[in-house]
Structure formats: structure tokens, C-alpha cells
């Protein structure tokens, strides 16, 4: 109860604050739209969609100084890349921003473009980007990136923190049965994995082999989902690359652990009449790229459809501030961004543990033997 009293005190705080730090800002600003201002729908929407996707930086937020220049608060990342002159490393900050709105930059005679995110080289001779009707370059070729982007330093993040963690839950079981610090933490989770995904849908005969990589994407998508929900600006579950990777890695666990019964019912299924088996094959074989393409879809859409909403949310401050007026339009978007940032913590847990407990299934029917009489 004490508990309660003290979060309705910091969020009632909270809207005070910020209902009057926007209250001062409205009333010492022009009526003439200052650069970099996002207030429209359409600005919103490129926001949003520029904002989920990966980076070669990060970018924290951005305002204007008394000159009405535009300043950026962040810190650059490695560039790695594989050119027609071979490797080329460097920091995203060396890249420049030309008056036709593309990113350039010289490497040793290499000229680089920055592209909708994507490094591309410059055709020999050539010193700007030219686009075709649809924008995209026409004069400059991909190059093989192996940049050190948000997405990954997400990624090497939550490996550090599960190193870590799991780390001194094992070290903890040295000095006792009941383990301490983290370990009181992760064990029950352990726990939870293994007797109510891997051993139910795989079989207590079958499962310690799968214990690993099963506990390996339930914490890493964890991890990664709750990252994603700080003001680093993470979305590496939101990108469909790294979704896409889960479910190869699932598509080949399962596969490469199939008995004899589990080919057996997909290309010749017992007690089918023979002219349906054929049939019933090609369904079969189409079902073993539809689950993993299921895994990858479901995990990026809910992910990339929860902070799409949690951004639309916020940005309704900007759009209705005429309307609501500014103490309105924030409390109202503070109120639905916070209990839309509460569902968020809820579907981080929610999306691991679907995307592990299905997997645990398609491997249960992988490796469980069929009663072919029954």
C-alpha cells in the first residue's frame, strides 16, 4: 500500500514537472516552426519508422542552441566494412551530411554513402548520389557491412549480462543447494523453463539436451525486450534480421534432431491411404518452413508494434497541444504512455516465453517417439 502511495506521488510529481517545463517552452517559442521540430503526422511517422530501425550511432535526443543551430546527443559506433579496396574502418561520426540530404564520406580514395541506413560505395568518379524515381541510388553499390551497429552492442549487452548472471548462479551452488545473490533470482526462471516448457513438450527423457539452448532464448529475447524499453534506444527484437536468425537456429535444432518416426510421418505418414500421402507430404514439408517463419514474424511484429504505439502515444502531445492545450495533452499522453510502458514490461516476458515454449514444442515433435497403433 506504501508502495502505491509513493508511485501515484512520483508519476502526480512527474506530470507537474513536465507540465511545466512544456508550459515554459510554448510560451517562449515563436509561432515559426524551428528546425528539426517533429509536430506533424507525417514528420511523426518518418520519426518513428527512422527511430525502430538500427543505427550506426546512438542517438539520444537533439535541441536547438541560441543560434537556432541543431545539436546532437550522442556517441558514434565502429564502421566495418568490406570495399572494392578492401577493409575500411572508421567511426559513423566521419560521415557528413551534403545539402541533398545523403551521408558521404572519403576513405582513402573510397567514397561512402549513407543511404535509409545502408552504407553503399560510389561508382568510380562519381561525387554525389544520384536516385531514380523510387530514391534509390543508382550509381553506387552495397558493400559488405560488419559495423559494430546498435542492434549488436544490444546483443553483446544481454550475452555480458547472462555471462555474468549465470556465471554466479553456478559458482552460488558451490557453497550450498540454495544459491545467493543473482542465482535466488535466475534459478527460479531456470526452473520455470524446464518444468513447464522443455520437460511437458519435449520428455524428461529427451530434454536435458535441449536445456541449453532453450534457456539461451528465453533470456536472450528477455533481456533483449526489457533493453529495448530504456532510453538507450534498442529495438534488436524489432528487427526482423535478428528474428529471422532465431528461427534458422530453431529450424536447424529441430531438424537435425528428428527421429526416424518424425521423417517418417512427414514424407510417408502411417495409416493414410497411399494416394493421399503425397499430398499430404507437400503440406508436411511446407510446414517445416511455415513454424519457424511463424516464430520469426510473431516476435518482430508484437515487439515492433509495441513501441510504434508507446511513440504514437507520446507524440499525441504534439499533435492535440492546440486542442488539449499543454497541461492537457500532458497528463493525458503521460497517463497512456505509462500504462502502455507497464504492458510493454508484461509482453517482453510474454514474447520470450511463447517463442521458447513453441520451439520446446516443434523439438518435442521432433524427437518423441509416435505410437503409430494409437
Known sequence: ????KKTIKIVTALTLVLSSFMMSANDGKSSQKQEGEVDTPQEIKEYTAHHLKDSH??????YSDELGGRKHIGFPLPVILWTSE??????SSEFHHNDDGTVLVEKEGVKLAKIHGKIYELNGGETSVSFDESHHAINAKKVLDFSITKSVVGILI?????LLGFSSLAKSYKKGAIPTGVGRFLEPLVMYVRDEMAIPNIGEKHYRKFMGFLLTLFFLIWMLNLLGLTPLGLNVTGQ?????????????VIQFSGNKHYWKHI????GVP????????????IGLFVKPFTLMVRLFANITAGHSIVMGIVAVIFLMKETLGTTGGVGVTLGLGIFIYLIEILVAFLQAYIFTMLSSLFIGMAVQEHDEHH
Open 158 to 162: 544481454a550475452g555480458l549480462l547472462m
Open 267 to 270: 514424407f510417408w505418414m502411417p
Open 86 to 91: 578492401g577493409l575500411k574502418v572508421f567511426l
Open 240 to 252: 526482423i534480421a535478428f528474428t529471422a536468425c532465431l528461427a534458422i537456429f530453431t529450424f536447424f
Open 57 to 62: 550511432d546512438f542517438h539520444f535526443f537533439s
Open 1 to 4: 500500500m506504501m508502495i502505491a
Open 274 to 285: 497411399v494416394p493421399l500421402k503425397p499430398l499430404l507430404a507437400i503440406i508436411e514439408i
